[in-house]
C-alpha cells in the first residue's frame, strides 16, 4: 500500500508540474487565410504577461524576385531585343535593376507594420471580408515601392547602364587582374575581405564616412581562369541602420552593421564568390548621366 501511494503521490506531481509547464508557456494558435488563391497561415502568439517574442530574421524582408521581369522580356524578345541580349548573356537582369533602383531612389523608406502577420501586409493594402466562416484578405491596392515593370529597364537610361558596358577595356582589365573597379570605395591593392569574408573594420570606416541616404553598390565575383561570373546587389545608408537589396530576394530594411555583414557573407557563399567590390552608386550613376549621349542601342559587351 505504501508503495502504491508513493507511486501515486509520484505521479500526481509530475501531472501537476506538467500542467503549470502548460499554462506558462506561450500558446500558438494560426489563421488560415486566402490571399488571391493562395493560402497563409499566419502564426499569432498569445504570450503570458511580461514574456515578450523576438524576431529573429535579420531586418524586415520585403520580398522582390527578378524571375518575372526576365520571363516576361523572354516572351517579348521581339519588343525587347536588347534587354533579351542581355539577360541571356548574364543570366539575368541584377545589374540593371539595381542601377534602377540607385537612380529612382527605391530603398530605405521604411514604415512599420505588425510583424505578427506576413510579409504581404507589409506590400500591399488588404481589406478582410468574411466568406463562408474563412476570413479572406482582398487586395485594394498595390503600394510596393518596388513593384516596377520592364518598361522601366527598357528606357534608354537603364538599358545603357550595365557596368561592361560603360567600362573601357582598360578598366575591365585592371578589374580582371587586379580587382580594382571604378567608383570603388576602396583604394587601389586595399583588401576589402578577411579570410574570405568581408572585411567589417574597413568596411565600417567606408560608410561611416558616407552620407545618410548614400546608395553603394555592391557585386560578388567568381574569377576563374576562364570565366568572370558576378551577381550585382545595393546598399543603402539610412539614419541608424542600412538597407539591403538583392534582385533575387527583395530588399532587408533595418539592418545593423553586423546584420548587414551576414547577408554580404551569405551573398559571397551563396554566389561561391572569390572577390567582392563596392562601389560609389551615385557616383557611378552620375557618371552614366555625364557619358549619355543619344544613339543605337550597343550590343551587350
Known amino acids: 500500500m505504501y508503495l502504491i501511494s508513493s507511486f ?16 506558462m508557456k506561450p500558446t500558438q494558435f494560426f489563421i488560415d487565410v486566402n490571399i488571391q488563391g493562395e493560402t497563409v497561415i499566419f502564426n499569432a502568439c498569445n504570450r503570458a504577461e511580461g514574456q515578450t517574442v523576438q524576431d529573429k530574421s535579420p531586418g524586415n524582408l520585403i520580398k522582390f524576385d527578378q524571375t518575372e521581369l526576365c520571363d516576361e522580356v523572354k516572351k517579348n524578345k521581339d519588343v525587347y531585343s536588347s534587354l533579351h541580349q542581355i539577360n541571356l548573356k548574364f543570366n539575368g537582369l541584377c545589374e540593371l535593376i539595381c ?25 500591399k493594402s488588404f481589406e478582410m471580408k468574411a466568406d463562408d466562416d474563412k476570413l479572406v484578405l482582398i487586395e485594394k491596392e498595390k503600394i510596393s515601392r518596388h513593384r516596377f515593370y520592364v518598361t522601366d529597364l527598357n528606357e534608354d537610361k537603364i538599358r545603357k547602364s550595365h557596368i561592361l558596358h560603360v567600362s573601357t577595356l582598360f578598366q575591365k582589365i585592371i578589374a580582371y587582374f587586379f580587382n580594382i573597379y571604378p567608383h570603388d570605395l576602396f583604394r587601389p591593392f586595399e583588401s576589402n575581405q578577411k579570410n574570405g569574408l568581408v ?8 560608410l561611416d564616412a558616407l552620407p545618410d541616404g548614400h546608395y553603394v553598390k555592391f557585386s560578388v565575383f567568381k574569377k576563374t581562369f576562364f570565366d568572370f561570373e558576378g551577381h550585382s546587389m545595393v546598399i543603402k545608408k539610412t539614419k541608424d541602420s542600412y538597407s539591403f537589396f538583392d534582385p533575387n530576394e527583395g530588399e532587408y530594411t533595418e539592418l545593423a552593421f553586423t546584420e548587414l555583414c551576414e547577408k554580404i557573407n551569405e551573398a559571397m557563399r551563396k554566389h561561391q564568390g572569390t572577390h567582392m567590390a563596392f562601389m560609389d552608386g551615385e557616383a557611378y550613376v552620375k557618371s552614366l548621366q555625364q557619358e549619355d549621349t543619344p544613339g543605337k542601342d550597343p550590343a551587350p559587351a
Open 8 to 23: 501515486c503521490a509520484k505521479i500526481t506531481l509530475f501531472i501537476s508540474f506538467w500542467l503549470i509547464s502548460i499554462i
Open 99 to 123: 542601377n534602377f533602383v540607385i537612380m529612382e531612389d527605391k530603398l530605405g523608406r521604411t514604415f512599420k507594420h505588425n510583424k505578427r502577420f506576413s510579409d504581404a501586409f507589409a506590400k
Open 199 to 206: 572585411n567589417e573594420s574597413a568596411l565600417a570606416e567606408k
